[in-house]
């Protein structure tokens, strides 16, 4: 059993090659983010005797949604929340959302953020002030630590307003990547800025962190603010340029 089940809490699990599917536990209940695979989910939850009541999904590709409908049948009361743009490539959705939207899960209110560029109407979602302190944003493979999403389906400019959208964001809030990406995004970041020191530091203890069977993440938008060069980017242009180099750099 988790001792601490009243508070807002999440945990990872590392699943499949760098996926973390993100769970969020609150009182006797928990929502995941994301499923790639069901069974090492289903065990982590009936291991601690929590009841699944949603599962968020950022966008379609398999290892986001690939446990999910396994994981429905084990809960067939928990809602699966995806982008209502989405229902032919997601179409085991069960509560449909927008852009902006705004709904109810475990006590929190959520907020839907559109985020096309790693894949046409991707969504991100943010929890403003869960309990009480920390916002808290999932954005699926948008936004990385010390990266972004790769470009399979939107264009250089829509990364780019999607990022800059996240960004407007508090800087205390704390980003739930769907991969574990940093060390290597920061290795790529520190080939270009090699006397960045916000990098260097930043990379040490993100291996420290791995070497100790830590993820990196999650990370805060105010990290990302210094060592993120996508974040950094001033135009679409700057963008276009670090997005082709990294997709073309080998570590
Ligand atoms: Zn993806």
């Given at each position: 059993m988790l001792e601490k089940k009243s508070e807002f809490i999440i945990y990872p699990i590392t699943v499949l090659q760098d996926n973390i599917v993100w769970v969020w536990v609150?009182?006797?209940?928990?929502v995941v983010i994301d499923p790639s695979i069901s069974s090492p989910v289903e065990k982590w939850l009936l291991d601690k005797d929590l009841s699944l009541k949603a599962i968020l999904q950022t966008h379609h590709h398999d290892d986001h949604i690939g446990g999910t409908q396994?994981?429905?049948k084990r809960w067939p009361n928990a809602k699966v929340v995806a982008s209502k743009k989405e229902l032919k490539r997601i179409p085991f959705q069960t509560f449909s959302v927008d852009d902006n939207d705004i709904f109810y899960l475990m006590d929190s209110e959520i907020k839907v953020i559109e985020v096309h560029g790693h894949t046409n109407n991707h969504i991100a979602f943010y929890i403003s002030k869960a309990n009480a302190k920390d916002n808290i944003l999932f954005p699926g493979d948008t936004l990385f630590g010390g990266g972004c999403g790769r470009l399979l389906e939107g264009t250089?400019?829509?990364m780019f307003e999607s990022l800059n959208r996240l960004n407007t964001l508090p800087e205390n809030t704390r980003v739930y990547s769907a991969h574990e990406y940093t060390e290597?995004?920061?290795k790529w970041a520190l080939s270009l800025e090699p006397n960045n020191i916000y990098i260097t530091e930043r990379l040490q203890i993100v291996q420290n962190?791995?070497?100790n069977g830590m993820p990196s993440l999650p990370t805060t938008?105010?990290?990302?603010r210094k060592t993120n060069l996508f974040l950094k980017a001033k135009n679409v242009e700057d963008f276009t340029a670090l997005?082709?180099?990294k997709d073309c750099w080998k570590c």
């Open positions: 609150h009182n006797c209940n928990a396994k994981l429905i250089p400019i829509q290597n995004n920061l962190k791995l070497q938008l105010s990290e990302e997005r082709r180099h």
